[in-house]
């Protein structure tokens, strides 16, 4: 990531804190695209960043800030995968960290919170009840808050994502970026990466992906105002769902989130929880890439704007895996999840799907 260092917030002789995050691979997925007859689908694999996920690029960036600004204690609420990163980052940095999460969260996050050092705090509710509790003890303490869109470090370090994704399509972008939505720091940090590699002429102008926000049917504040013409999202009152990075019931950028999607000519999906999870094993089965549902998530809509005509063959397409499948093996192994639709007859067709 720090290869786009002089695009980065680092002053004369900062040097970041580093385990090696960014540069992930944009995988090609033939298979998964020949079940929806497109020819260019490809699959931004985040989940091979350090902490296994995209939020490795944002918590580089805002701890590297910290440790410059000689902050000694971070603290963040988190869905799991945020807390994960900052808390290895933190330990790299040799500063501590608080993390604020929700007690129903997946317990493989809360432990790899504490296998990095962080201290733990179990919330009861979801990240806006997380938030306001890290905001009422950090303030008191003079803790560095990195929130998402309060720390600028987090979007800064998501658009180097835009980066890599120009440079590793020849330096053109896709006609679509279908990504998952929760904080909604990758939508607002990639087109910032894309205003800025015009203006030094890396790009040309005028040309930018359609950008598809993706959230579950049980927490969809922002594809709800983006359909509805609101210009700001209002809270989601009951929000469920098995991706626990797409439960995110308010969201604190909600208001540039939708005015990037309508610049871009996008649109906001939902799908459904067992569509996702059954896309968990469509992609593993198909592409051998481990996708969290949030992932799979972007699979399961660009299926929907395929069908309804949205997206066409010759379109390119870019889906972003935002993170593993490890902390979330409880759901497979429910039992309710198989590939469905056209991908359940290719995958049982396929020879390397055989026992």
Known sequence: MWRYRELMPLLPGDEPITLGEGFTPLVHARRLGQTLGLDRLFIKDESLNPTNSFKARGLSAAITRAKTLGATTVVL???????????????????????FIPKDAKQPFIDECRLYGATVTLVDGHIVEAGRLAAEQGKPRGWYDVSTLREPGRVEGKKTMGFELAEQ??????????????????????????????????????????????????????????????????LWEDAHTAA??????????????????????????TVSDEQMIADMRTIGQLEGVSAAPEGAATFSA??????????????TVVIFNTGGALKYLDLLRRGIASPTNDCNDFAESSSWNRE
């Open 77 to 99: 609420p988190t869905a799991g995968n945020a807390g994960n990163a900052a808390a290895a980052y933190a330990a790299a940095a040799g500063v501590a960290c608080q993390v």
């Open 302 to 315: 660009v299926r929907k704007l395929v069908e309804g005509g949205s997206i066409k063959r010759d379109d």
């Open 244 to 269: 626990d990075g797409l439960r995110v019931p308010r969201a604190i950028g909600d208001f540039i989130m939708l005015k990037n999607i309508r610049e871009s000519g996008g649109t906001g999906v």
């Open 169 to 234: 399509l020849n330096w053109t972008l896709p006609d679509w970026i279908v990504y998952p939505t929760g904080g909604g720091t990758g939508i607002v940090g990639m087109w910032k990466a894309f205003d800025e590699m015009e203006a030094i002429g890396w790009l040309a102008p005028g040309r930018r992906p359609r950008m598809v926000s993706v959230q579950s049917e049980g927490c969809a504040p922002i594809v709800r105002a983006f359909h509805q013409g609101a210009l700001k999202a209002t």
